[in-house]
């Protein structure tokens, strides 16, 4: 899909930095180069002004008669409409929450009330803990058992011939990752999740890491859930969960008796983050207002955005890696440039990830550091202790500062 058309009718890079007021800061005689985009995103001035707006115009709770809440209400069911549109999904097959953890332990929860003593769950170890604890806590508290997709390490990727074995009549529940936030792979779900139906399973993905990179068709993974962060995608710190209407309306949810008990609202507990929520979808509409609007529908724009900015991150990717490639002290991770990835890159550093961490920090390159809740992954590569040294590139990243960070990686040799 990208070509030198499309490319052209996305912003370039220069642009979307000027909209970003955090790439102001400086340390010393630099901007400040945020590497830490993974665990979190800096944040575009309209989706600042969006939340501010609520705030200071429409603040109020939900379902009554007067108009700051019928406003609340309006902002709210518009912000399924965005977010659905960004999933591929119905408005009311869409739910938030505080984050994606909290948002997987509510669905666990409700699936668990249906499970029993033997039933098994399929989870990866490829993937970060939020989209395994819940599941562990099914087995302590109802001995459930749980199965483990085994990480190929000489290839990154998971073994499928592993899931098949795995997948057995007693499958409730496949619980899997889009796209690992440790090495950038990228897992074939749609395939796994065929492989599932076969046994009836309800089929949950996280796609956390890889809502950011690429666009997400829900229809297309044909999975029962699926979990996002507005956060890694310019929002702001709001979790949102995808749910197909007929598997919501199955869940045994616990909430509290009043409450709304139709649609998504089911899995939303008490009063909600309503500027986090109405923040989401400005971030949707910035990553579709990159592209130009003669491209068409906010879906098309979002599809051109997104596959501009991965084509970016495989340059950028790329010119990191072969950097790295002549320093012996550095060693990377993760699938090859080019191949089924994101645009983020961790890697081992002789004397340990902390220290490298900070060494970059002092020189205004902002990375972050450590098993990145993805301590299954650190586990099998040996790195409990020391950890890994994470680079996510993201629609702001520059080759220069990608040249900052070599040069500095370098001064690392002694």
């Not at 429409?58 to 960004?86: C, K, M, V």
């Not at 302590?140 to 592993?162: C, N, Q, Y």
């Not at 950097?323 to 081992?348: E, K």
């Amino acid at each position: 899909m990208t070509g030198p058309l499309l490319t052209h009718t996305v912003a370039d890079t220069h642009t979307i930095r000027s909209l970003f007021p955090a790439l102001e800061r400086t340390h010393g005689d630099e901007h400040v180069a945020y590497f830490d985009g993974p665990g979190g995103t800096q944040v575009p001035k309209s989706v600042a002004h969006a939340m501010t707006d609520y705030l200071f115009h429409h603040n109020a709770n939900t379902h009554w008669q007067y108009p700051t809440s019928q406003e609340t209400d309006a902002l709210i069911e518009a912000s399924r409409t965005t977010l659905g549109e960004f999933l591929n999904a119905a408005p009311h097959e869409i739910a938030f929450g505080a984050n994606m953890t909290t948002l997987m332990y509510h669905l666990s929860r409700a699936i668990g009330r249906t499970l029993s003593a033997g039933d098994e769950i399929i989870v990866s170890e490829l993937d970060h803990h939020a989209n395994i604890a819940p599941w562990q806590a099914l087995e302590k508290e109802r001995g459930i058992v749980l199965k483990w997709i085994p990480l190929d390490l000489h290839t990154s990727h998971l073994d499928f011939d592993a899931y098949a074995r795995a997948l057995s009549p007693r499958t409730k529940v496949v619980a899997l990752g889009a796209a690992s936030n440790a090495l950038g792979t990228i897992t074939d779900v749609r395939s796994l999740i065929a492989m599932a139906k076969d046994t009836g399973a309800l089929t949950v993905v996280d796609a956390v890491h890889y809502a950011p990179h690429h666009l997400v068709d829900v229809q297309a993974i044909g999975c029962d859930f699926l979990a996002c962060s507005a956060y890694k995608f310019y929002g702001p710190h709001i979790g949102v969960l995808y749910g197909k209407a007929a598997a919501i309306a199955a869940l045994d949810v616990p909430k509290l008796e009043p409450a709304p008990n139709v649609g998504s609202e089911r899995l939303e507990t008490g009063t909600q983050n309503h500027e986090g929520i109405v923040g989401a979808a400005a971030a949707v509409d910035f990553l579709a207002s990159l592209a130009s609007a003669e491209l068409g529908s906010r879906r098309d724009r979002l599809a051109a955005t997104l596959d501009t900015l991965h084509h970016r991150g495989e340059q950028l990717v790329a010119h990191l890696w072969d950097g790295i490639g002549r320093m012996p002290w550095v060693t990377p991770v993760g699938p090859l440039p080019g191949s089924s990835r994101t645009a983020t890159v961790s890697m081992r550093v002789r004397g340990g990830s902390d220290a490298a961490a900070r060494a970059l920090a002092a020189r205004g390159l902002y990375a972050s550091n450590g098993d990145f809740y993805a301590s299954t992954v650190a586990k099998r590569l040996g790195v409990e202790d020391e950890g890994l040294l994470r680079i996510g590139c993201m629609a702001y990243t520059t080759d220069r500062e990608i040249d900052r960070l070599l040069a500095a990686l370098y001064e690392l040799r002694a």
